[in-house]
Nanobody, 129 residues
Framework: QLQLVESGGGLVQPGESLRLSCAAS????????????IGWFRQAPGKERERIAC???????DHTDSVNRRFAISKDVPRSTVFLDLHSLTPEDTAIYYC???????????????????WGQGTQVTVSS
């Protein structure tokens, strides 16, 4: 079973940057991150969970309009790690950030992925002065 572990969160001041990591393990032999659609989500207190970025098996990327100028998703397949780079952080970015994955061996546009079978436990990002 695929396992995901987020890391890299913490307390930062407004305007600073963070790199969040999502380490994947438990692959079936012969398969890599290229066989999964990956999404980054966040949930702030009192708000709905929202997907903020995704990457598909074909490498298709998507970022929500609210973050696409500041956040960037990428993946390092040999290291089985997905990253989310966060720049120009504001207090409104404070949330728990999750990565998620779903089996998707065929090329696709990641924003069409509607569900994810595997989830990490999340990492807290707090932006405060």
């Amino acid at each position: 079973q695929l396992q995901l572990v987020e890391s890299g969160g913490g307390l930062v001041q407004p305007g600073e940057s963070l790199r969040l990591s999502c380490a994947a393990s438990g692959f079936t032999s012969g398969f890599t991150l290229d066989y999964y659609s990956i999404g980054w989500f966040r949930q702030a207190p009192g708000k709905e969970r929202e997907r903020i970025a995704c990457v598909s098996t074909s490498g298709s990327l998507d970022h929500t309009d609210s973050v696409n100028r500041r956040f960037a998703i990428s993946k390092d397949v040999p290291r089985s790690t997905v990253f989310l780079d966060l720049h120009s952080l504001t207090p409104e970015d404070t949330a728990i950030y999750y990565c998620a994955a779903d089996w998707s061996p065929r090329p696709s546009i990641c924003k069409t992925q509607r569900s994810y079978a595997y989830w990490g436990q999340g990492t807290q990002v707090t932006v405060s002065s």
